[in-house]
């Protein structure tokens, strides 16, 4: 019985393999296309990481110096109102016994702050007023610039740190952000490990949505 061959028409093959050939394109240009872009999000969340971290250690200074320099007008405010009290009382102690030469000496060693707060508790004629004030010192004229420099500085030191820490915050997020980049390495990498395609889809499928959502938590993080 004579052989027969079965040939199969030309252009049903030649369609076959483009079509294969076609899909596995389109998985293989998915998978750069997510590697690609999973790769740019790692290396702008690493710099920005980097540059929050970097405004951390600079606030965290600024903070550290502020609260050493309010430490230390604290420290001047202080040894500027006991000398006030000192003298105040040095000059009303002179005052009381009638030494008024004495008085005058030690009225002359008031500082420039002190006076404000000493002339108008003089006006109040605290010997006759029993509603004045104990001494000036608790006049609302008596202020020391050091103290409100200390306060300030305070204020300034408490906003350095608020700021450091809202930075370290940040850069916690980005670097947080860079596991679902590289979860989307991994799956897009391995998806053209795969020759079956519903498994090949559904590993492309798990790596857009990583990446969506990695995308968005980005794209909602400030910039620096």
Request: charged content about 20%.
């Amino acid at each position: 019985m004579p052989e027969v061959h079965v040939h199969a028409p030309h252009e049903l093959t030649e369609t076959h393999g483009a079509s294969v050939s076609n899909r596995e394109r389109i998985f293989e240009l998915g998978a750069v296309f997510l590697l690609s872009i999973a790769t740019v999000c790692i290396a702008w969340s690493g710099y920005q990481a980097a540059r929050w971290s970097g405004l951390q250690s600079e606030n965290y200074a600024k903070a550290s110096t502020a609260r050493s320099l309010a430490n230390r007008a604290a420290t001047d405010g202080d040894e500027e109102r006991l000398e006030d009290l000192l003298n105040f009382n040095r000059w009303l102690e002179s005052s009381t016994q009638g030494d008024t030469v004495l008085a005058d000496l030690y009225r002359r060693r008031f500082r420039t702050e002190f006076l404000p707060a000493f002339n108008a508790w003089q006006a109040t004629d605290p010997l006759n007023n029993p509603a004045a004030a104990a001494s000036p010192l608790r006049m609302p004229q008596y202020l020391l610039a050091d103290e409100l420099k200390a306060d300030e500085l305070e204020l300034q030191g408490d906003r350095h740190f608020a700021e450091a820490r809202e930075a370290t915050e940040n850069a916690d997020k980005y670097i947080f952000g860079t596991v679902f980049f590289a979860a989307v390495l991994f799956f897009a990498g391995i998806s053209m490990r795969f020759a079956w395609t519903p498994m090949r889809v559904t590993v492309l499928a798990l790596a857009c949505a990583f990446l969506a959502y990695g995308g968005i938590q980005l794209l909602r993080l400030p910039r620096h």
